[in-house]
């Protein structure tokens, strides 16, 4: 057994590609905020020249890969150690036993530890045998399996519906307002649903990268797994909206409040722009201390937490998918297929693809221009009546008349499509949303039982129709759907509680 405390180096000390000390009798390579390598737990299947030479190759790729990489290769260095024990270590014979252990979907295991067996050669280090080398150069070995989820839309890893997209924004919405969200985990779903980008670019980011520029929004972010480049070496600027942009401001204020109660001292002006949007406030030492920590990513929240606050959203607003009558399932992951997928649709090519994905090239952004999700082109009333009850986008209350609504006795109150009342908005807010249109899936509407919902409908199919008759684009033509299918779930309504009148 090697002991790492006593043991002559098994590589010089060394920075991980982000910033972080390696000292060569470190147990764990802490490679950045989120990567924290257990490099120890190897030592005691291998020989002290052999553990050597991996940690040196390990090495050269924390040096200068994407920490996520490196920890990739270990994990697939220590599954080949685990499944050929009692083997030769990197012989012929347990390469070939390693392999016999895979299927087509684990295949891709191989790949990446041929990889890092290759480098291991090529760098010169002992441990690998030739033949080996010549075994690993004859096989052709399949990568992984890219865009399964995304090919075949799974309603619940796969791109997300426009239904669902606009469900998950507006309940978000709807559960800040209501404090059931906290401002931080409001901050994380929107900036997913509305970008599409990494867990690793937002929490990188800092309150430099909001701008503002001739009366539009963007968010300046860091790319990540480029290879050596550091952590905030190259950017990408993204257009976003307003309503974001303000939530976003808030995040900020809330921030710059943050860090002077808990430093207990005002700010250094020149020392805000540098603050973490999503900040782990509990590594902050002192203001003094604060422009050297500052430099590196100490004090930018743990990747994780946007995927923890995904299954807190989840939780607090419930959105039902049209497509399997369950709550929508949300992870970092199906904002970027439902970008990548959007734009395929829209027919971009792999390029523009790639690029607002923040892809490297364009080896990913393929499936999506390969496989392009078909979509419903057209949704009849007898579709939308039979969906309605499925996606539940109807979120408020059915009232029998007028006199039984909140605020019933207000006329203005009464929301119309122009020529004909069809209920009451049970709101005292001021709301500068297009009536009837938004009022459908408010949770302060309230449709009138005998009010003319099913006209309504019928014009909203119609005018679908002919939008898609008219420009060929379905998505153009789709955009109103989750409003179809909360008219529909309202005359469904109607015509339930209209039937138990009769029936008693």
């Known amino acids: 057994m090697i002991n790492l405390s006593t043991q002559e180096a098994v590589t010089e000390d060394f920075y991980s590609r982000d910033g972080y000390l390696i000292r060569s009798n470190d147990k764990r390579w802490k490679l950045n905020k989120d990567t924290n390598i257990p490099v120890f737990t190897l030592q005691e299947v291998m020989s002290s020249d052999t553990f050597s030479s991996l940690c040196k190759v390990l090495a050269f790729y ?15 260095c220590k599954h080949y150690l685990e499944s050929t024990t009692g083997q030769p270590l990197f012989s012929v014979e347990s390469l070939i036993s390693y392999r016999s252990t895979l299927d087509k979907h684990t295949e891709w295991y191989l790949a990446t530890l041929r990889g890092f067996i290759r480098r291991w050669s090529e760098l010169g280090y002992s441990g690998v045998p030739d033949d080996t080398i010549r075994l690993l150069n004859k096989w052709t070995i399949k990568g992984n399996e890219k865009g399964f989820a995304v090919q075949s839309m799974c309603p619940n890893s796969g791109p997300l519906t426009d239904i669902e997209m606009e469900a998950i924004i507006d309940a978000v919405i709807t559960a800040f307002g209501e404090k059931r969200l906290t401002l931080v985990d409001t901050s994380y779903a929107l900036i997913l649903a509305m970008t599409g980008r990494r867990p690793t670019q937002i929490t990188a980011l800092k309150l ?27 950017f990408n600027q993204f257009a976003i909206v307003e309503d974001l942009w303000e939530v976003l401001q808030q995040q900020a204020e809330a921030v710059r409040q943050q860090f002077r109660l808990a430093l207990d001292a005002d700010i250094p002006s020149n020392l805000i722009p540098e603050l973490p949007l999503f900040p782990a406030l509990e590594t902050a ?58 734009l395929a649709r829209e027919g971009k090519g792999e390029y523009v693809i790639a690029e607002a994905l923040d892809h490297s090239d364009t080896q990913s952004a393929g499936v999506y221009v390969r496989n392009i999700p078909e979509i419903v082109d057209r949704i009849d009333k007898a579709v939308a009546l039979q969906l309605a009850p499925i996606a539940q986008a109807f979120q408020g209350v059915l009232v029998i008349s007028e006199s039984d609504a909140k605020r019933g006795d207000d006329r203005s109150s009464r929301v119309s499509n122009g020529t004909a009342n069809l209920g009451t908005c049970g709101s005292y807010g001021f709301c500068n949303a297009l009536a009837p ?52 779930d309202v005359v469904n309504r109607c015509n339930a509680m209209k039937n138990e009148v009769i029936d008693g």
């Open 62 to 76: 924390a040096k200068t890969h994407a920490p996520s990489h490196v920890r990739n290769l270990f994990e697939r």
């Open 285 to 342: 030492n002192s203001v003094s201390d604060l422009k050297e920590q500052l430099i590196g990513d100490r004090l930018h929240a743990p990747s994780d937490l946007v995927r923890s606050a995904m299954l807190r959203v989840e939780k607090a607003i419930k959105v039902i998918s049209e497509r399997t009558g369950g709550p929508v399932r949300l992870n970092p992951t199906r904002f970027r297929y439902t970008l990548g997928t959007n």
């Open 208 to 234: 430099m990268d909001l701008i503002q520029q001739s009366g539009k929004y963007f968010i300046r972010f860091p790319r990540a797994k480029q290879r050596s480049q550091s952590w905030r070496q190259s």
């Open 437 to 488: 249109v938004a009022c459908y899936t408010c949770n302060h509407f309230q449709p009138w039982l005998d009010g003319p919902h099913e006209a309504v409908l019928e014009r909203l199919i119609s005018e679908r129709d002919s939008v898609l008759e008219q420009t060929s684009d379905s998505k153009i033509a789709a955009v109103n759907d989750r409003l179809i299918l909360a008219v529909g």
